[in-house]
Each structure stands twice: as C-alpha cells, then as structure tokens.
C-alpha cells in the first residue's frame, strides 16, 4: 500500500453496489486523507478469512451490510451498547491489535427522523421486518418514546435487542393494525416492497392519514412510496439514514468531523447518474 494510506473495507453480497462507496471516497479527500474505501463480496462464511487478510494491509475500518452483520460480532474485541444488545454489527475500527464493532444504524435513523421532523413521542410506530436494520430502527423509536410494534413472518425466532416493551404481529396482520392502531409512522426494512413484482404485503389504501411512510432503501420509488405519495401521505426513503451512517463511520474511523456537505452531493450525484 501507498505510505500512510489506510483502508476501509465493505463487506456484504450487495457491497460492490452499495453507495457507501462513492460516499467514502469523495469524503476521504475532502478531509485530506490518503485513504480508500473498497467493496469486497462476503458472505457470513468468508468473512472471517477475508477480514483477517485485510488487516495485514493497513485496515483501518469496516462496513458491513445486512449478510454479514451478525457474523461481524465475531471479528470484534469490543463491542458498543448497540452492537451487543442488537448482536449485530455494522461498522468496525481498527485500532492496534483490537477490533471494535458499533452499529451505527441505531444514531443513524434516529437523525433521519429528526431531520424529516418526524414525532413519535408516545404514539404507535410500526416497523415491517424484525432483523437487525429494524431492529436497529425500533431501538431508535424507542429511545424518541414511541410505541414500537415490529411485524414478521416467523414470530418464534430469536430477535435480539427486542425491548419487552415492544409488541410482535404477523405479517399478515399489519392491515388489522394499521386500521386499529393508526400508527404515526410505518417504517419498511424488509424487501417487500422492493420491485413492482408480486401482489403488495398488505392493502396500501389502510395506512391511516398523517401516517409518515418510511422505507430504508434508497434510490427507487418502491410500490410502498409510491402508494403513499398517491395517497398524499408524507414519505422519505431510506438515503438520509445511509448519509447519517456514513458520517458517523466516518468520525468513529478517523475521529474528524464528517465532511457531510461533500458526502451528501456524492450521493445525489451518483443516483442520478444510475437513474441514465
């Protein structure tokens, strides 16, 4: 590697398309550093070898997306409040010999909700999907005091980070809530709603009025954004939470302040470039 150039390395079955990557490497400059942020295809049984290779060339952090966040909580020495209760990680800083893993999802959402000015302070939330993004997502409703409910196929299976204060319906039950609940916001962190293909999860036309839709992805109008939009229902995807957890990945890695101005226009300007 180049003197005093470091390394962040992206680790999942969608890293090499993820836009982190542009994000990174427009910011790393901006600051003045000499380093790169590299996508690498893994799955959560090559993780390990790869990482460790990786480390040996001048690692200085990680990214990890949803394939590869569980397996990530392996690689660490240490771990944040997040990380442990959610067992899962989605950043990594190297330090010396020791490895750290935080989720930064958790900050991350949080302030995507407070730059939409979203409220949830003491009202009904419900998060579609109990893996670790909404997980992530449900421990930062709970924190703003709102009344989180996740929806999932499977009921029974072990979802770390779920508070007892939180509910668990079926996802066959999300119109009965919706109708009943009139939730203040309706998060989507599942892949349901990703393409036009297949009929929608549940009835769009039963999200209450003043209902704030939320899916995390980011990029595409998703048939549930664009139901919401038709309905004339406030709506955002999920690009301003990736921004806030690339800022925070950055200032954990380097310990400067995200240039998030610069980070912002990459993104933007790399969507629209995808959109051609």
Not at 1 to 24: C, P, Q, W, Y
Not at 112 to 126: I, N, R, S
Not at 140 to 149: D, F, G, N
Not at 214 to 221: E, F, I, L, P
Request: charge should be negative.
């Amino acid at each position: 590697m180049r003197e005093n150039h470091k390394l962040v390395a992206s680790f999942g079955d969608a890293a090499n398309v993820s836009l982190t990557t542009v994000i990174h490497n427009a910011a790393f400059p901006a600051a003045g550093l000499n380093w790169s942020y590299i996508p690498f295809r893994a799955d959560a049984a090559t993780l390990a070898g790869l990482f460790g290779r990786l480390r040996g060339d001048g690692l200085a952090g990680a990214d990890f997306d949803s394939s590869c966040q569980e397996a990530a909580v392996a690689l660490c020495d240490d771990l944040s409040a997040e990380a442990e209760l959610l067992k899962a990680v989605t950043t990594a800083r190297v330090r010396g010999d020791a490895v750290e893993g935080f989720n930064v999802d958790v900050y991350a959402f949080g302030r995507a909700l407070e730059e939409l000015a979203v409220d949830v302070t003491a009202k009904p939330a419900l998060v579609l999907g109990a893996g670790a993004t909404a997980r992530a997502c449900g421990l930062a409703l709970e924190r703003a005091r709102a009344k989180v409910t996740y929806a999932a196929g499977e009921l029974t299976r072990p979802r770390p980070g779920l508070s007892s204060h939180a509910a668990i319906i079926r996802t066959e039950d999300v119109a009965v809530f919706l109708t009943g609940k009139r939730p203040a916001l309706l998060v989507d962190a599942t892949a349901f709603n990703r393409t036009e293909a297949g009929p929608p999860p549940f009835d769009y036309d039963v999200i209450p009025p003043g209902c704030f839709v939320y899916d995390v992805s980011y990029g595409q109008r998703t048939p549930l954004l664009q139901a919401a939009a038709e309905r004339g229902l406030r709506h955002a995807d999920g690009l301003n939470m990736l921004l806030y957890a690339a800022e925070r990945a950055f200032a954990l890695w380097t310990g400067l302040d995200a240039p998030f101005d610069v980070m912002r226009r990459a993104a933007t300007t790399e969507l629209e470039k995808r959109k051609l």
